[in-house]
């Protein structure tokens, strides 16, 4: 897992992560609902694309809109197996520890809020 300053400057740098923002529906969802809300969303998320060992459909699970931590997960590389191994050091072919998906929750965090206007 890596320091999320130093996680977020490399985003910075990636065209694709950086395209990412909430608008419309997905920013309003935010919003009308409140972060604890979406953070709930976002750990049953993580708990069941991301934490078993052998996601079904890897790589293909997130989709690219439809709810604010969507969007979240494509802009900071937590989507799937191959992005968390890539990006945050997390090595596929084994379930995710309790710490390790309580790292990617605080990661969608701070760019959700980040969206928000508001400091990490």
Request: aromatic fraction near 10%; proline fraction near 4%.
């Amino acid at each position: 897992m890596r320091d999320l300053d130093e996680l977020f400057v490399g985003l910075a740098k990636s065209a694709f992560r950086s395209k990412f923002h909430l608008y419309g529906k997905d920013l309003d969802y935010l919003r009308n609902k409140g972060m604890p809300t979406v953070l709930s969303h976002a750990q049953d998320f993580i708990g069941k694309r991301l934490a078993p060992a052998q996601p079904v459909n890897d790589g293909k699970q997130t989709p690219f809109r439809g709810h604010p931590v969507f969007v979240a997960q494509h802009a900071t590389a937590c989507c799937c197996r191959t992005c968390l191994e890539k990006w945050h050091r997390i090595s596929q072919g084994r379930e995710l520890s309790s710490e390790e998906q309580a790292y990617i929750r605080s990661v969608l965090e701070r760019w959700l809020n980040s969206e928000l206007g508001c400091s990490s």
